[in-house]
């Protein structure tokens, strides 16, 4: 023991004595230089030879690319290119393109960066064989194309958060960018290519604020229109639906409302520019495209079309929170939406769960003795209905045998409690319980 503590104090008056504040010591400095691959190992000696050794490599910080040396046939010739990414000691990222030449690598071109680190880099499809590089920093981001060895930067702003999808399904990718106007308004941009050329599109103004999105991803509205689905959460508790499209050489954002006030549209011209209301039936003044429940947009009949979630609510609840209220996922004809699931969602528990579209104005749902447990009841007798239990697998589940298995995921089971009679008008078969669970 006497040997361990002389040996801690001598450590610590090394560090003490050396001049180094060991608090202040450069993270870098603690890794272990990089393992490159035999190919890697002749990138690195390639670059060294073309700037000379005083860079460093970067490396991107997220994503499923993570290396610094990156393979990719960019221009569709059949072979590969190699790129680096690295900084010079101003600390701007610089990327060098290499070509293959016998058995070497022989830089051919170098293009700026930007400042700063490397958040990602992804590949989006710009022709049949073509691909641009997509890099983005902090809160910035660079697109690049690469054709007769030169890397040409084809789009650059300033940008939160950035997606690759194939919006039309035409083959090609369209890069979907999230940020800021110059006067701080949340707006969305995309940009695409026509096979041979990038474009953008103008900005659009969209409610979705970067950091409270909260699922997003590619879903279709029709057999032929895909679009770009953002679900965020625009205030405390409050939350939104918004799906965009890309039409011709523009942006288009929809989402569900069953009334514009009078004059609105030509208000807010300039704000509504590129904008398609939906239009629902009417579920009350507050209009039908905010809602209190954090669920979001799938397709939940398996049609291949996705559904919109909107909350079922009566002029007196307009501006109620803490109440659980009925959904419908309403599908886009092209015209107006129509309902193909009703029921409600418990989101603490993680699944939607379908009831008669009837029940939507007899029957009251609230939390039981927990947010596992919910309770359907009339609403005009106040007589129970229905519980639904969520219960761990940890936990014991013989105290529930005398309520339905009806379902079960990785972490949960699940219990029905029936208590109307076959007589009653809210009678579910006990066969059809599973059918009416969706987990999200």
């Not at 969209?206 to 879903?219: M, Q, R, T, V, W």
């Amino acid at each position: 023991m006497k040997k361990f503590l002389m040996l801690v104090s001598s450590l610590i008056l090394v560090f003490v004595f050396s001049g180094c504040n060991v608090l202040e010591m450069d993270a870098e400095a603690l890794i272990s230089p990089p393992v490159f691959t035999k190919e890697q190992e002749k990138l690195n000696a390639a670059l060294t030879e073309v700037i000379g050794g005083d860079y460093v490599l970067k490396y991107p910080e997220t994503g499923e690319i993570n290396s610094a040396f990156i393979f990719k046939d960019l221009d569709g010739d059949g072979t590969e290119e190699a790129m680096a990414f690295y900084s010079l000691l101003d600390e701007s990222t610089r990327i060098n393109v290499l070509k293959k030449e016998n058995e070497n690598w022989v830089s051919v071109y170098e293009a700026a960066g930007f400042y700063g680190d490397i958040k990602s880099v992804n590949f989006a499809k710009i022709g049949k064989n073509e691909f641009a590089v997509v890099m983005e920093g902090n809160q910035e981001i660079a697109v690049y194309r690469y054709r007769e060895e030169k890397l040409e930067t084809v789009h650059s702003e300033s940008c939160e958060e950035s997606e690759i999808v194939d919006i039309n399904s035409d083959g090609l990718s369209e890069i979907i960018l999230i940020g800021k106007n110059p006067i701080g308004r949340n707006t969305l941009k995309i940009v695409y290519s026509d096979g041979k050329n990038v474009f953008s599109t103008d900005n659009i103004s969209i409610h979705a604020d970067s950091l409270n999105i909260y699922s997003k991803g590619f879903g279709k509205i029709s057999p032929e229109k895909g679009v770009f689905i953002i679900d965020s959460e625009i205030s405390s508790g409050i939350y939104l639906t918004e799906m965009f499209a890309l039409e011709g050489e523009e942006a288009k954002r929809y989402f569900i409302a069953d009334f514009v006030e009078s004059g609105e549209e030509e208000e807010n011209k300039e704000e509504n520019e590129g904008v398609v209301v939906v239009v629902g039936e009417s579920y009350g003044k507050r209009g039908i495209f905010l809602r209190n429940t954090r669920v979001y947009c799938m397709d939940t009949n398996g049609d291949g079309i996705t559904e919109m979630p909107v909350e079922i609510r009566e002029d007196y609840a307009q501006d109620v929170t803490e109440e659980i209220f009925f959904l419908q996922y309403m599908q886009y004809n092209g015209d107006k939406s129509e309902p193909v699931w009703n029921g409600v969602a418990n989101t603490e528990s993680g699944y939607l769960f379908a009831v008669p579209e009837s029940w939507n104005e007899k029957i009251t749902v609230s939390y039981g003795a927990s947010k596992e447990e919910f309770v359907f009841k009339d609403k005009k007798t106040g007589g129970e209905i229905l519980k639904i239990f969520a219960v761990s697998k940890n936990d014991y589940q013989d105290k529930y045998d005398d309520y339905v298995f009806v379902a079960e995921d990785e972490t949960k089971n699940y219990y029905v409690e029936l208590f109307a009679g076959e007589e009653s008008e809210f009678y579910i078969e006990p066969e059809n319980f599973k059918k009416s669970f969706i987990f999200i």
